[in-house]
């Protein structure tokens, strides 16, 4: 049982934990029945689904910093509720997306909610927690997201075999009223966001408008951590991919190798982040990540040209390297944004750091595909020295340059409670 995990030291449940089950459940759920539903009932081709997609991702990508900026105005707290709720309404459009336009809508309203959350959410995190206590709570927020999106993937996969609509009407009503209990959630937390003052207007236009893109170091540490992050579409895209083109491997081996990397993710994230509570941690285990992920490059090369028995064993190891590569990698990120993101401006610095993320998912699968595949052994190395020189910059420049203290944190600020 991982609930219990959500204690923090004044022994309350902090709600972001459950915020995290339930949005990621309900996002499991219609990530596995939309794309099927939509292609298998001839509404819209596997393509026209892409592209909707696509388009979706970009437009909550350039939303996400000014949506992140008004908290300059107004609560964390009331944003968030107020976000949750857009995307429990937005995803009903779904129900009447009968077109590739009506689809599209219905998606890009969608995510332009779901794309700010996740750096609004790691702000709540901030203000509700002492700093060496930050980075566990992300761990644990992030265990129970993918213990959500597993189990709403398995009841996606139960309501796939009926026939028709009902499929499609669970997905969406799931994911609805997942939304609607974790905005639930957030109205019923005390001591959080109120805990810090809003600034008058003209006060926070004078502290807080400067321009984050004059803030070279935090831009390079995010573009860093964004090459870091090549672990997702190394997992999501290039195995995957590899098995079904590159390999005489079964094709459920690729099943059964995410299984591997759920486990792991959910079993070890929280212990393993606990070497990045503090700065220095997170930068060694960004510097980890790099050699870690540099391995696994190196494997896929490896497995080039074996048997499938061979193979197998080659690419259960690659696996294993990329997970370890992405939990240490998340809690670097989180004690580095953390660190290096401004009390006064901190929910704008996070949805900047997140680009990086944002533009490994959109650049990496096409760098895998298109660059890395064709190349073979030589792109593969080439791709290895990159993350590897990634990982041990990130490190040098944050042992070089340490973050400046932030402000104290309020003494009621680590108070938090549910209903």
Not at 175 to 186: M, N
Not at 305 to 311: E, V
Not at 316 to 337: D, F, K, N, P, R
Not at 387 to 403: D, E, F, T
Request: with cysteine; proline share 6%; net charge positive.
């Amino acid at each position: 049982m991982f609930l219990h995990r959500l204690l923090p030291a004044g022994r309350r449940p902090h709600p972001v934990g459950l915020v995290f089950l339930l949005d990621w459940t309900g996002t499991g759920l219609l990530l596995t029945v939309a794309p099927v539903y939509f292609t298998s009932a001839h509404i819209v081709s596997a393509t026209q689904y892409a592209l909707a997609q696509t388009v979706a991702s970009l437009l909550g990508l350039l939303v996400s910093v000014p949506v992140s900026g008004l908290t300059k105005r107004w609560p964390l707290r009331r944003i968030l509720v107020g976000l949750y709720l857009w995307r429990a309404v937005a995803v009903l459009l779904l129900l009447v997306a009968h077109s590739l336009p009506v689809l599209m809508t219905g998606l890009c309203l969608l995510t332009l909610a779901d794309r700010p959350c996740g750096p609004l959410l790691q702000s709540l995190v901030a203000e509700s927690q002492a700093p060496d206590a930050r980075v566990r709570l992300m761990a644990v927020a992030r265990t129970m997201a993918n213990i959500g999106i597993t189990v709403g993937a398995l009841v996606g996969g139960g309501l796939l075999a009926l026939d028709g609509r009902p499929p499609l009407i669970g997905a969406v009503a799931g994911d609805s009223l997942s939304f609607v209990v974790a905005a639930a959630i957030l109205i019923g937390v005390t001591g959080v966001a109120q805990a810090r003052r809003v600034q008058p207007v003209k006060e926070a236009a004078a502290v807080r408008d400067r321009s984050i893109l004059s803030d070279r170091r935090f831009l390079g540490l995010t573009a860093l951590n964004g090459v870091l992050g090549m672990h997702k579409p190394m997992l999501m895209t290039a195995l995957p991919l590899w098995i079904a083109v590159h390999s005489d491997i079964p094709h459920y081996w690729t099943g059964l190798l995410m299984a591997v990397n759920t486990v792991m993710v959910v079993g070890l994230q929280i212990p393993l982040s606990r070497a990045a509570a503090e700065l220095a941690g997170s930068a060694r285990a960004m510097a980890i990540t790099g050699v870690v992920l540099a391995g696994a490059a190196l494997g896929f090369a490896a497995a080039a040209g074996r048997g499938a028995t061979a193979a197998i064993v080659i690419l259960v190891a690659v696996t294993v390297l990329i997970t370890i590569a992405e939990i240490y990698q998340s809690a670097g990120s989180w004690g580095v944004s953390f660190a290096y993101a401004p009390e006064e401006d901190r929910a704008r610095y996070l949805a900047v750091f997140n680009l990086g993320n944002g533009a490994r998912d959109i650049v990496g699968p096409l760098l895998l595909t298109a660059v890395i595949f064709p190349l073979g052994l030589p792109g593969w190395a080439v791709l290895a020295g990159v993350l590897s020189a990634s990982g041990w910059q990130l490190h040098r420049s944050v042992m070089r340059s340490p973050a400046p203290p932030n402000p104290a944190e309020p003494a009621d600020a680590a108070s938090t409670s549910t209903p």
